[in-house]
């Protein structure tokens, strides 16, 4: 049987979409617009594109966007003042600090001081325990394009059984989190799990989530499942520079039932849940309803 591809280059356009509309009826209806400020300590080059990208897409679905650039030797202090502006600041809506912070910053420390309702990532504290208890929570973006992609291919996740293979803060617990929330049986495997193939053979759902290129093979996939890659490996392949997930697509492609590819599965959803989450922070922030089909 030949997967269905799950495509979430297209299905991270209609949320672009829905988002842009919901950005629109709360300029017409209430005269706010929405803000999105990202924070970026340093010149790391992945983290540069992530920016521009995310700076980019913003202002695209009619948001306003506000980068603060600042430089490597930015001290703790000066971080902490300027994401306190942000907290201040009305017309910002969300704020999202650009990860991995040069090492003289203590990451949790920076993250926490965001006002967790303008916290998009979904990373701070206060999020990770409102999701964990099963509250309204500002949720991390991959997993929730994961569940996104999920419910849409699936419809109810009720019963099924999912596979979370990594264990980390900012995709593999919170995705394990909302799968449990739809009623899934959740198991976490990471590098420590005996017998992994044994207990992916076992998922409805597998999400893989390590950062291993190729890791899962097809014969670990139960006939049917859908599989949800989230990793982004570069490797060199025949001399050339080639993008591939933690899963064999070939082999896994043809026992799956729906598979996502890489890249155009997981990846675009990321940047359009970070803007979701803004609108939502925003609608949240006036007391509005939230728009629908945008959160978990
Ligand atoms: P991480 O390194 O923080 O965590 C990896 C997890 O995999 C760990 O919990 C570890 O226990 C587990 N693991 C490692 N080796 C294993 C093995 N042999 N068997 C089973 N488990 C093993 O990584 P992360 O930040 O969660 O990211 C995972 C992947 O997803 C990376 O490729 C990353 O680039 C990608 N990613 C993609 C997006 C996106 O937008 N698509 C976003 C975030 C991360």
């Given at each position: 049987?030949?997967?269905?591809?799950?495509?979430?280059?297209?299905?991270?356009?209609?949320?672009?979409?829905?988002?842009?509309?919901?950005?629109?009826?709360?300029?017409?209806?209430?005269?706010?617009?929405?803000?999105?400020?990202?924070?970026?300590v340093?010149?790391?080059?992945?983290?540069?594109?992530?920016?521009?990208?995310?700076?980019?897409?913003?202002?695209?679905?009619?948001?306003?966007?506000?980068?603060?650039?600042?430089?490597?030797?930015?001290?703790e202090?000066?971080l902490?003042?300027?994401?306190?502006?942000?907290?201040?600041?009305?017309?910002?809506?969300?704020?999202?600090v650009q990860l991995p912070l040069p090492g003289h910053l203590n990451e949790d420390l920076i993250i926490n001081s965001?006002?967790?309702?303008?916290?998009?990532?979904?990373f701070?504290?206060?999020?990770?325990?409102?999701?964990?208890?099963?509250?309204?929570?500002?949720?991390?973006?991959?997993?929730?394009?994961?569940?996104?992609?999920?419910?849409?291919?699936?419809?109810?996740?009720?019963?099924?059984?999912?596979?979370?293979?990594?264990?980390?803060n900012?995709?593999?617990?919170?995705?394990?989190?909302?799968?449990?929330?739809?009623?899934?049986?959740?198991?976490?495997?990471?590098?420590?799990?005996?017998?992994?193939?044994?207990?992916?053979?076992?998922?409805?759902?597998?999400?893989?989530?390590?950062?291993?290129?190729?890791?899962?093979?097809?014969?670990?996939?139960?006939?049917?499942?859908?599989?949800?890659?989230?990793?982004?490996?570069?490797?060199?392949?025949?001399?050339?520079?080639?993008?591939?997930?933690?899963?064999?697509?070939?082999?896994?492609?043809?026992?799956?039932?729906?598979?996502?590819?890489?890249?155009?599965?997981?990846?675009?959803?990321?940047?359009?849940?970070?803007?979701?989450?803004?609108?939502?922070?925003?609608?949240?922030?006036?007391?509005?309803?939230?728009?629908?089909?945008?959160?978990?």
């Amino acid at each position: 049987m030949a997967a269905q591809i799950i495509d979430g280059k297209a299905f991270a356009a209609t949320v672009r979409e829905k988002v842009a509309g919901h950005v629109a009826r709360l300029k017409e209806e209430h005269n706010i617009t929405p803000g999105l400020a990202v924070v970026l300590v340093g010149e790391d080059p992945a983290s540069q594109v992530y920016v521009r990208s995310k700076g980019k897409q913003t202002v695209e679905v009619g948001m306003n966007s506000y980068e603060h650039k600042l430089d490597a030797e930015t001290s703790e202090e000066d971080l902490l003042a300027v994401v306190e502006k942000l907290n201040n600041d009305p017309e910002v809506h969300g704020i999202l600090v650009q990860l991995p912070l040069p090492g003289h910053l203590n990451e949790d420390l920076i993250i926490n001081s965001i006002d967790p309702a303008k916290d998009v990532d979904g990373f701070h504290i206060s999020n990770v325990g409102l999701l964990g208890t099963g509250q309204k929570s500002m949720v991390p973006c991959t997993p929730l394009g994961c569940l996104m992609m999920l419910r849409d291919h699936h419809g109810s996740l009720s019963g099924m059984d999912a596979v979370v293979i990594g264990r980390s803060n900012i995709v593999g617990k919170p995705m394990a989190q909302l799968l449990l929330g739809d009623s899934c049986t959740v198991t976490i495997a990471h590098s420590r799990t005996k017998d992994l193939p044994d207990v992916v053979r076992r998922a409805d759902i597998v999400v893989a989530a390590v950062g291993r290129p190729e890791m899962v093979p097809g014969d670990w996939i139960k006939e049917g499942a859908t599989v949800i890659d989230v990793g982004i490996n570069r490797i060199e392949r025949d001399g050339k520079n080639k993008l591939v997930g933690d899963v064999d697509y070939a082999s896994c492609a043809e026992r799956a039932g729906a598979i996502t590819p890489v890249p155009g599965g997981v990846g675009p959803m990321t940047i359009a849940c970070l803007l979701a989450n803004t609108v939502t922070a925003c609608c949240r922030a006036n007391g509005l309803a939230e728009p629908e089909g945008l959160t978990a």
